[in-house]
């Protein structure tokens, strides 16, 4: 029997993947590698719906594409592309768009928060439509699960009913597909501000670690993160947002249950616990920094495994489009 597949995106946005996409995507999608029929795509298309320099996509697209190799997809097993190289996403983009009410796309919450920051007539249409866009990404691959963090449970939302919607005006055509969410790191917080999202917008550096960074600036942060009133290691969202965020990460990155890791800082207050959150932070992240700087170094085979990754998107995006084109009722071109 066929592999399931599995579809999953992020931004090149940034010149490093924070602590945040890593446990709550990247980490999952070399995971699913082993048991799936994987696509991952840098998404540049996306990248351009907030004003964005030509030379700072064309390098953080490459950043993007290094680290994700650098983590651990290997691109016999999992096809990693660039959204752009493959033109069938604007183009089922555009059908679903015009599938898509207004008042639909105006609910998504984060074309809410990000025009907010933009003032909501300055922010672009394409911003607007952002959320269609991935919708057209997961559907044209006929994706089984969509592994992301938290904050994409709206988008993936929109994509089922746009599927939906899609199937049953024209005929089955997509596979609607399930969120690959880990309840455990589905959202990583700020280490300033405990509450909320780590994410690549936020206004302080202080509160992310970025996968790039080195080891002396991500100690000095952990070391400085918010943590709360009293000084016992406890696993209590409400009350110890910023120690409960440490245990999450720690957990995580060391394989090691949450009660284990309270039962083994009793008594010994925050500093111990920051010092080894530390530790297992850098030793995650050290190598794949070397490794990303060493894919960094030769662009062209960079640029080659990517060509192979559109090669292998655009053979079953094109598949999908044809069977969206003639259902649709759009004239074959003879
Ligand atoms: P992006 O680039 O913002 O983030 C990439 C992935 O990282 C996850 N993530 C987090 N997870 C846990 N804690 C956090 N603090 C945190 N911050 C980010 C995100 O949930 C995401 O999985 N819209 C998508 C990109 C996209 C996409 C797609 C995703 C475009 N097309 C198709 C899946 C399928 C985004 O903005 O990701």
Known sequence: MARPRVLSGIQPTADSFHLGNYLGAVRQWVTLQETHDAFYCVVD????????????????????????????????????????????????????????GMGEAGRMTQFKDKSAKFGESAASVGLFTYPILQAADILLYQANRVPVGADQKQHLELTRDLGQRFNHRF???????????????????????????????????????????????????????????????????????????????????????IPDLVARYAGQGYGTFKKDVAEAVVDAFAPIRERTEKLLSDEKELDRLL?????RASAVAKQTMAEVRDRIGFLPKH
């Open 171 to 257: 005929g089955d055509t997509f596979t609607l597909p399930e969120p690959y969410i880990l309840k455990e790191v589905e959202k990583i917080t700020d280490l300033q501000d405990p509450t909320a999202k780590m994410s690549k917008s936020s206004s302080s550096p202080a509160g992310i670690l970025d996968v790039l960074e080195q080891p002396g600036p991500l100690r000095k942060k952990i070391m400085r993160a918010v943590t709360d009133t009293g000084s016992e290691v406890l696993f209590d969202e409400e009350n110890k947002p910023g120690i409960s965020n440490l245990l999450r990460i720690q957990s995580a990155l060391t394989a090691t249950p």
């Open 45 to 100: 298309l996306h990248a351009i719906t907030v004003p964005t320099e030509p030379a700072a996509l064309r390098r953080r697209s490459r950043v993007a594409a290094a680290q994700l190799f650098a983590a651990g997809l290997d691109p016999e097993r999992s096809t990693v592309f660039v959204q752009s190289h493959v033109r069938e996403h604007t183009e089922l983009a555009w059908v679903l768009i015009c599938l898509t």
């Open 307 to 311: 060509a192979i990754g559109a090669e």
